[in-house]
């Protein structure tokens, strides 16, 4: 018998984890940079950010799972070669052979045909020998580095002038750094060398004088390389004697060039359209004050192992609500459901109490056509309806996703009607009795008896209009309208235009928030689900 009962148990949890596992994989992905849903290496769970305390640095997570044959071997054989190379100084030269090993063999998997790799020991090291040419070395060393690098800084107007205030070829000697970094300038860019090992902070500062008047300044966009260390940068501009900080902080996640856009509160912030900036707040007086005068100061704080995990958890999510109107769809979204869920009870309701307690004439004739309905396909009507809608005016507008739950639901009012000739005539005959009329009898008598039943409506018709996509995407066109399922698909189309960042994690992230009312309507709503369809089934 304990074997039975371990056995279904065992059964009933392996299903329910086979049944979870899209719901996990959506949350894992969720949590992901882009790099980590497109690598070749597929996890379920996000990667560890790591936040270095020096800057730069080789990753050393980049190939250490690289796999194939005679692996130690000839990584042993490359390692031997690569330690002559000659190395930046900022790099631990006893550590970079061995990280460049590994990422060369990686290469050479792909170039050296497969029949190579079979020779003898001294075959093979001639051909690895061969094959390794400086710039493969280099190229390698360039893809394990890490290091934070700044480009331009420009400034926009309201009337679109534009001035690079900061030019890549030139950005280390206009920056003046305070704290533990400092500057070094490339052909085109300038990397930032920094050490929190003894400090959380260093800035990056500098007065600037702009072509327009400072008054019309709109925003303010910084070209930066991270180096993935998940370190916090802030940004404080002052002009005209205030100081604006940035609201939160940009993470350096990734190692790809990345634009941070800062502007103050503006009609844009009302706007459909996708929004890549970061706001900045009123944080008191300046003493900058010049009529083309601004200073604005970078800083850089170091973030901890917890700050960098909740850092990497939250990014998707608040990229996600920044880039589409999140909180303008959910209430559209809300506002559907809660007339659909009004017009749907209260007109199914009352149609079953016609059709299961009223005698009339042509009853059962009107039943099977009721339910003859439900056999036509939904594509059929599709063309007509809409046809409909447009002529009375409807198109674009958010009625006919809502008004036709006011003409009852078949499946809705047979259920209803089943529920309803199970209950005794002996109550409707006393409330007769007692003076009661049919509308009276149906309000105070059966509601109260249709409520599991109701309940079990009330989730489909949630479900239905929750999750409804094709209502909104052929009735509306006006973005404003959009409710949260139809919103998502915009933003998916929207993710894909050229300059955006968004990308699959973040469209993960949506999605399991538009998920979470639907598990919470399962997992509190359930016990009503299961009431409503087995009291339906009862006979007297």
């Not at 598990?519 to 709503?525: C, E, L």
Request: proline share 5%.
């Amino acid at each position: 018998m304990k074997v039975r009962r371990v056995l279904i148990y065992f059964t009933l949890a392996l299903g329910s984890l086979v049944f979870a596992w899209p719901f996990i994989w959506m949350a894992g992905t969720s949590f992901k940079l882009e790099r980590e849903v497109l690598s070749n290496r597929s996890r379920v769970f996000p990667q560890r950010p790591i936040p270095r305390a020096k800057s730069p640095y080789l990753d050393d997570r980049l190939f250490s799972q690289v796999t194939g044959p005679r692996r130690d071997e000839a990584i042993a054989i490359i390692e031997e070669q690569v330690r002559s190379h000659v190395w930046l100084s900022a790099i631990d030269n006893a550590v970079a052979p061995q990280q460049a090993a590994r990422g060369i063999y990686e290469r050479l998997l792909g170039s050296i045909p497969y029949e190579r790799w079979s020779e003898s020991s001294e075959q093979l090291r001639a051909t690895l020998v061969a094959a390794m040419t400086p710039d493969l070395i280099d190229s390698v060393f360039g893809e394990l580095r890490r290091v934070f690098a700044i480009g331009q800084l420009r400034a926009r107007s309201t009337e679109l002038q534009e001035d690079q205030l900061v030019s890549a070829s030139d950005a280390a000697t206009k920056w003046s750094v305070a704290g533990p970094g400092t500057l070094s300038q490339k052909a085109d860019r300038a990397e930032f060398s920094y050490d929190f090992s003894s400090a959380n902070k260093v800035t990056l500062s500098q007065t600037f004088a702009t072509s327009f008047p400072i008054e019309h300044l709109r925003r303010l966009q910084f070209y930066f390389q991270p180096d993935d260390t998940w370190h916090a940068l802030r940004v404080t501009v002052e002009k005209l004697g205030q100081r604006f900080v940035s609201e939160r902080a940009v993470y350096l996640a990734d190692h790809t060039w990345q634009v941070a856009t800062w502007q103050e509160r503006s009609a844009d912030d009302l706007l459909t359209k996708i929004k890549t900036w970061t706001l900045l707040k009123d944080a008191g007086r300046s003493a900058v004050r010049g009529p083309n005068e601004v200073r604005i100061t970078l800083e850089l704080y170091r973030t901890n192992v917890l700050g960098a995990w909740l850092a990497k958890i939250w990014r998707n999510y608040r990229l996600t609500l920044d880039y589409i109107p999140f909180w303008r769809y959910v209430r559209t979204g809300l506002f559907l459901v809660i007339l659909n869920l009004i017009g749907t009870l209260f007109s199914c309701s009352l149609a079953a109490y016609a059709f299961a307690r009223l005698h009339w004439p042509g009853r059962s004739i009107c039943f099977a056509a009721l339910l003859g309905t439900m056999m036509i396909p939904a594509q059929v009507t599709l063309i007509p309806q809409f046809l409909i809608m447009q002529k009375v005016g409807w198109y674009n507008t958010l009625k006919p996703l809502w008004v036709m739950s006011f003409f009852g639901s078949a499946f809705s009012i047979f259920l209803l009607r089943q529920f309803l000739k199970g209950i005794p005539r002996d109550l409707e005959d006393a409330a007769r009795l007692d003076g009661c009329g049919f509308l009276r009898i149906y309000w105070h008598i059966m509601l109260p008896l249709l409520r599991p039943t109701l309940a079990v409506i009330a989730i489909f018709t949630f479900l239905a209009t929750w999750n409804d996509f094709m209502g909104p995407l052929i009735y509306l066109s006006d973005q404003r309208l959009y409710p949260l399922s139809f919103g998502l698909y915009a933003f998916q189309i929207q993710s894909l235009q050229p300059g955006t960042s968004a990308g699959i994690g973040m469209l993960m992230a949506g999605s399991l928030l538009m998920m979470l009312p639907v598990i919470a309507i399962f997992f509190f709503a359930q016990r009503y689900f299961l009431q409503g369809v087995t009291l339906t089934g009862m006979k007297g």
